[in-house]
C-alpha cells in the first residue's frame, strides 16, 4: 500500500524564493528530474489531481434506508411480518427497496457520465525527464519537473517561469479577469490558467491539493448542505414519527389496561402505523425526479443528485459567474473613436482596416484576433502585402507592420498602448486632449483601450484613433436572464474583475434582458 501524499508547504512560501532558491530547495535545475526521481517523488506527494472521496457502493446504498421515513416504513415491514400480514409486508418492503434502487440508481449512473468524462478531457503535459521532452498524463507531474507551456495549453500545475519571453496568461478561470495579465521569467503561472501568447519553461512547485486551485476546490467540497426539499422530507417525517409512536403507545396502554392479546394489539399498531406513514412517498418523489433527471439528460445537463432538481426549482437567488458563463470570454471590439484634425482624416473603419495591417492572424493573439474579426467584409487585406511585422513586447508595447499597398508603396501602421502611440505621433499634441478623454471615457466603462497609427507621405506617424476592447456577453446569456426575471429570479453576477468592467457588463446585461422581456420572450433555458 503506497504511502499517504505528503505536504508541502503552502503556495504562498514560494513566492519569496528566487529561481536559485526555488532549484535549491526543490532539488531540481532547468534539466528537470531523471524518471526514477520522478517516480519516487510521484510515491511521495500523489498524482497531481484533486482527490475525490470514495464511498463504498454497497454503503452509499445503505443510506437510503436511513432516515425518519424509511425507519417508519422499516418498522411498518416489520409489524407485518410479526403479524403475518405477508400481502402488506410484501408491498411495504417493495415500494421501500424501489425508493432505494431508483435512488441509487440514477446518481450512480451520473457518477459513471462524470467519470467517463473526466477521462475523455484529461490532459498531457511536456515535461523534461532524463533530459529529454517526453509527453505525460498531467496527473504524473510532481514538484521539481520542468514543464514546456505554450499558446493554447492549459497550466498543469502551479509553476515559476524559467529564462524566456514573457507570456499572456488568462487567469479568468481563477479570477475571474476577463483581460490576459502577463508574466515575465521568475514569476509564477497556476494551474488552470490557460496560455494566450508565448511558450516557456516552467519548474513545477506545487501540484493536486497544494495548488492554488487545488486548495479552492477542497473548500468546495468540504462545504456541506442539505437540501430545503430534503429538510421538508425530514420535517415531515418527524412530524409523522412522533405522531405514530404517541397514538401507538397510547394503543398499547390501553391493551394493556384492558388486557387484550398482544398479537390483535400488534394488529392494531401495525394499521395505525401503516394509516400514518406515507408509504409510497419516496417512491414517487424518487420516480418524478429521475423523470426530470432523465429529461435534462437528453438536453445535456448531468444531475448527480436527484434532491438538486427541486432545490433548483425554489430558487429565487441565482448567481451567476460573469467570465465565460454571462460574457463570451473572448476580447471584442467597440466603437472606435477618430480623430479629427487638419493633418488626418480618420473614420472609424480606417482605423479598424489600419489595425488590422498591423495584425497577424496567425498569432492568434486575442487582440489582434478581435481586430481582425471586427474588419468590415467589404474592406480586404489581400490586396496588402505584409514585408515586416513587429510583434508585441513589453518594451516597446505595440506592433509595427510594414505594408505594401496596391500602388506598390510602403507604409508603417501601428497599435498598441494609447500614451507609446501618442508619443510616436507627429499630431500627438494637437489630438492629446480628444484622445486622453475618449480613452477616460472606456475606461469608466471598463473598455481597455488601443491607439492607432499610420505613417504619412513624410515619414511620419499620424495617431488615427482608439480603439476599445471589451468582453461581450453571451447571446444565450441575454434570454437566459429575461427567463429569470419572468420567474421572479434576481440575478447576481459574481466576478472578480474591475469594477467599472462589472458595472458596464452588469448594466449592458440587464438592459438587453429586460429589452426582452418586454418582447414577451420567455422561452426556457437550461441552467444546470
Known amino acids: ?170 487567469q479568468s478561470a481563477l479570477t475571474g479577469e476577463s483581460l490576459p495579465v502577463k508574466r515575465q521569467s521568475g514569476e509564477a503561472i497556476m494551474s488552470g ?35 430545503h426539499f430534503q429538510q421538508a422530507v425530514l420535517k415531515i417525517g418527524n412530524y409523522l414519527i412522533l405522531l405514530a409512536l404517541a397514538l401507538v403507545s397510547v394503543i398499547l396502554i390501553v391493551a394493556l389496561l384492558r388486557g387484550d392479546p398482544l398479537l390483535t394489539t400488534l394488529q392494531f399498531a401495525l394499521v395505525l402505523t401503516v394509516a400514518a406513514i406515507p408509504v409510497a412517498m419516496p417512491t414517487v418523489l424518487s420516480v418524478t425526479m429521475a423523470v426530470g433527471a432523465r429529461l ?90 505584409l514585408v515586416h511585422f513587429q510583434p508585441f513586447d513589453p518594451v516597446h508595447k505595440r506592433t509595427e507592420a510594414t505594408v505594401r499597398g496596391l500602388d506598390g508603396l510602403e507604409f508603417k501602421v501601428t497599435k498598441g498602448a494609447p500614451q507609446v502611440i501618442l508619443a510616436l505621433s507627429a499630431n500627438g499634441a494637437q489630438v492629446k486632449a480628444a484622445v486622453e478623454s475618449a480613452i477616460s471615457g472606456f475606461a469608466a466603462r471598463g473598455f481597455r483601450s488601443l491607439g492607432v497609427a499610420r505613417m504619412d507621405a513624410q515619414q511620419e506617424w499620424q495617431f488615427l484613433g482608439v480603439l476599445p476592447l471589451f468582453d461581450p456577453p453571451r447571446e444565450e446569456a441575454k ?4 427567463t429569470a426575471f419572468q420567474m421572479g429570479v434576481k440575478v447576481k453576477m459574481v466576478t472578480g474583475d474591475q469594477l467599472p468592467i462589472a458595472l458596464e457588463t452588469a448594466a449592458h446585461l440587464r438592459r438587453l434582458a429586460q429589452r426582452l422581456a418586454l418582447q414577451g420572450v420567455g422561452r426556457p433555458v437550461s441552467l444546470v
Request: glycine content about 6%; proline content about 5%.
Open 1 to 170: 500500500m503506497s504511502p499517504a501524499p505528503q505536504r508541502h508547504e503552502p503556495t504562498g512560501e514560494w513566492d519569496n524564493l528566487d529561481a536559485q532558491q526555488l532549484q535549491d530547495k526543490l532539488k531540481s535545475s532547468p534539466d528537470g528530474l531523471s524518471q526514477s526521481e520522478a517516480l519516487r517523488r510521484l510515491m511521495q506527494y500523489g498524482n497531481n489531481e484533486i482527490a475525490e472521496k470514495q464511498t463504498n457502493q454497497f454503503l452509499k446504498f445503505l443510506t437510503y434506508f436511513w432516515g425518519p421515513i424509511p425507519w417508519m416504513i422499516e418498522a411498518a415491514v416489520v409489524l407485518s411480518a410479526v403479524a403475518q400480514h405477508w400481502p402488506d409486508f410484501t408491498i411495504i418492503l417493495l415500494l421501500l427497496l424501489a425508493n432505494a434502487v431508483i435512488g441509487f440508481w440514477e446518481e450512480h449512473q451520473a457518477g459513471n457520465a462524470i467519470a467517463a468524462l473526466k477521462a475523455k478531457l484529461a490532459m498531457k503535459a511536456q515535461v523534461k525527464r532524463d533530459g529529454q521532452w517526453t509527453t505525460v498524463e498531467s496527473r504524473e507531474l510532481v514538484p521539481g519537473d520542468v514543464v514546456h507551456v505554450r499558446l493554447g495549453d492549459i497550466v498543469p500545475a502551479d509553476a515559476r517561469l524559467l529564462d524566456g519571453d514573457p507570456l499572456q496568461v488568462d
Open 296 to 385: 435534462l439528460t437528453k438536453k445535456g445537463a448531468i444531475v448527480t443528485r436527484l434532491a438538486a432538481i427541486e432545490e433548483l426549482a425554489g430558487v429565487d437567488v441565482l448567481c451567476s459567474d460573469k467570465t465565460g458563463t454571462l460574457t463570451q470570454n473572448k476580447l471584442t471590439l467597440g466603437d472606435p473613436f477618430s480623430v479629427d484634425s487638419s493633418s488626418v482624416d480618420a473614420g472609424p473603419e480606417l482605423v479598424i482596416f489600419n489595425a488590422a495591417l498591423a495584425s497577424r492572424a496567425d498569432n492568434k493573439d486575442p487582440i489582434d484576433r478581435a481586430v481582425l474579426d471586427a474588419l468590415p467584409k467589404d474592406q480586404s487585406l489581400e490586396d496588402y502585402q
Open 479 to 482: 434570454e437566459t436572464i429575461a
Open 193 to 227: 490558467s490557460i496560455i494566450r501568447r508565448g511558450e516557456i519553461d516552467a519548474m513545477v512547485y506545487a501540484t493536486g491539493a497544494n495548488t492554488f486551485f487545488g486548495k479552492t476546490a477542497e473548500l468546495v467540497q468540504a462545504a456541506q448542505s442539505v437540501s
